[in-house]
């Protein structure tokens, strides 16, 4: 049984979503306004468009992203046509034009992050590749890393990310998934690779992360944690503050079955 690094991602976030969402594949699957949000700004963000002239403004951002928008249209109905033919061609439309409303704002925060280095952010913005596949029998780890870009004349990965950034860092989380990514990539290349990006791409924040050993027994762990939710382990319920929300409410009320007490 081999874990995705987005598993590693949901078990930080709630360990029993990942418990749920194993024998849940049709709920896993929902396309809904957030979801087709998240493939329209993948696709801005790995635009060769938007890093192909100087930014010299947020007015130039701006048309940049808006171009980009326009394009990706066209693109996300190719690349995920068996997803996106099948669903109300409304959520495709509203969640484009939220994001159009949105695109100012996205434009003037990264201009407003660019005050403070201007070459670096754009470099770790450059994608030179993008959704790469990689995979580690080792670690029975899998997953796409969004985009390579380039810092120190090194390739290192780089997650985008939909919501909101922290003020300082990153979401642990993420932070989780990175490092993930960064084990799998150094698989691959043979390298000690030890950073990567988190790009909060509607923040206009893409962030420099380097990751130490902790973060890596971290993986280590919640890998074997993963693989046993995988058998059939129920994790102990920890109330969250979005357990309101959460489409699995119902099912979490269930007490920790018998068989979970064996592992
Ligand atoms: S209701 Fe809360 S504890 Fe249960 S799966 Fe959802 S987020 Fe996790």
Do not use: H
């Amino acid at each position: 049984m081999n874990v995705s690094t987005s598993d590693i991602r949901q078990y930080m976030i709630c360990p029993r979503i990942v418990y749920f969402q194993k024998d849940d594949k049709d709920r896993c699957e929902i396309i809904d306004e957030r979801v087709v949000k998240n493939l329209f700004i993948k696709e801005i963000s790995f635009d060769d468009l938007l890093y192909s002239i100087d930014w010299n403004d947020s007015e130039t951002i701006e048309q940049l992203l808006l171009k980009s928008l326009k394009n990706s249209e066209d693109r996300i109905r190719e690349i995920y046509k068996d997803d996106l033919d099948n669903i109300d061609q409304k959520i495709i439309f509203t969640a484009k034009e939220e994001l159009t409303d949105e695109i100012k704002k996205i434009a003037e925060r990264l201009w407003n992050r660019l005050n403070t280095d201007e070459v670096l952010i754009k470099r770790l913005m450059t994608p030179i590749d993008i959704e790469k596949r990689v995979y580690s029998d080792r670690f029975g780890l899998y997953g796409i890393i969004d985009k390579i870009v380039i810092f120190d004349d090194e390739e290192i990965p780089s997650i985008v990310k939909l919501g909101n950034s922290p003020n300082i860092g990153v979401w642990k989380e993420d932070r989780t998934q990175l490092t993930a990514c960064i084990m799998l990539l150094e698989e691959e290349t043979g390298r000690v690779i030890g950073k990567g990006v988190v790009e909060y791409f509607r923040c206009g924040r893409p962030v420099l992360v380097e990751i130490n050993r902790y973060d890596r027994r971290l993986v280590l762990n919640v890998i074997d944690k993963i693989k046993k939710i995988q058998m059939g382990r129920l994790p102990e319920r920890e109330d969250k503050v979005f357990c309101n929300y959460c489409t699995y409410k119902e099912e979490c009320n269930v007490k920790r079955s018998l068989l979970s007490k064996f592992f």
